[in-house]
């Protein structure tokens, strides 16, 4: 059984006990897990995460958007329920944070993300 995680926190209900995550919002949480997560860090399975946390500098328009789409396909690649509809990206220099916007198809429906690394 999976269990939904909220603000990177296990959420419970009023008894203090995981609430259960499953299907389309089991596998959703599952992207933006491997999203957030750094490649690399998990010592389980150092291929586990992203390479999103690499993408800095006075990167923008096409060339910030090809780097963040290459490593969103490379991160969900394992995902194969996962579709890629489209992917946005900007970059703030000054709280250097990436910020992705994605559109994702699972099951013939889409569903947007966001995620800032």
């Known amino acids: 059984m999976e269990v939904l995680l909220r603000n990177g926190d296990i959420a419970v209900d009023r008894q203090g006990l995981p609430l259960p995550v499953e299907g389309v919002q089991a596998v959703l949480q599952r992207a933006v897990l491997r999203l957030s997560v750094r490649q690399g860090s998990h010592p ?5 995460g992203s390479r999103l946390h690499r993408i800095r500098g006075p990167l923008s328009g096409q060339r910030l958007n090809a780097r963040v789409q290459a490593a969103v396909r490379e991160a969900l690649a394992p995902m194969g329920e996962l579709e890629i509809a489209r992917c946005q990206a900007a970059y703030d220099p000054g709280r250097d944070q990436l ?5 994702l198809r699972c099951l013939e429906q889409e569903y947007p993300l966001e995620v800032a690394v």
Request: aromatic share 10%.
């Open 99 to 103: 910020r992705v916007a994605l559109t």
């Open 44 to 48: 389980a399975d150092p291929r586990f």
